[in-house]
């Protein structure tokens, strides 16, 4: 879907491995009655036909990637290295890629016209324009779904600052930010793009070690969100709070 960031994962580790695709894209509500027509078992993207297998999710995804085509390799060889990483990925797939979509969510409850900036560059079956005049009940049960309410996304604000703490432990500890990026990498740098083009979370990502390695790893992600949260809300994010990285 248009301004999917695991989705923007998935096609991040094609570029890298190299492998060809083609990226369709789906209406957001109408993809869940889509992806069943299409014979997917589940009701949410990123899904994907891989070497004739129906994969859905980042995570299955990459396991598929490195099935179809092992070198170069999004885990490293089994280890501790290979354990800090699968760690990584399900945090950034369980924990902060949910996070960061509730806040972009209910800011589009408020405020439906910035979706226009994440969908004007894809092939949507009809103008992006015509989808921001009617967009209102599809943000709506986007919102539900995702369980994108006010106290969600309060416990979500409050979480940001330790969970860009963590990402910038995991770039100190080398976890990710090598030279090869690995699966976590693609999981973790796709949410904090996102991250990116939300005005209000921006001071909170951008100077720290993670803004860097999102930024450098995607150097463009369509997409702005103005400033439109509560500002007891933002409270919350300390910013000026330098992580592990930082100070070293």
Known sequence: MPGSHPGLAATLMCDYKGIDYERVYLLPVLSKASLRLRGFPGITVPAAWIAGSRVQGSVAIARALDQMKPDPPLLPP??????????????????FQHGIRQILLWLLGQDRYPWYSYAENTELPI????????????????????????????????????????????????????????????????????????????PAVESRPCGRLATELIPDYDGHAPAGLPQEWLAAIDADQPSRGAAA
């Open 78 to 95: 089994d280890g501790e290295q290979r354990r800090k990483v699968l760690e990584a990925e399900h945090f950034g797939e369980e924990q």
């Open 127 to 202: 103008s992006p324009w015509i989808i921001v005049r009617i967009a209102a009940p599809m943000v709506s049960v986007q919102r539900r779904f995702n369980r994108a309410d006010d106290d969600n996304v309060r416990e979500a604000l409050g979480s940001i600052g330790s969970w860009l703490d963590r990402i910038d432990a995991y770039i100190e500890d080398g976890v990710i930010g090598n030279e090869r990026p690995n699966a976590a990498d693609f999981q973790i740098a796709s949410s904090l793009r996102m991250a990116l083009t939300i005005e209000d979370l921006r």
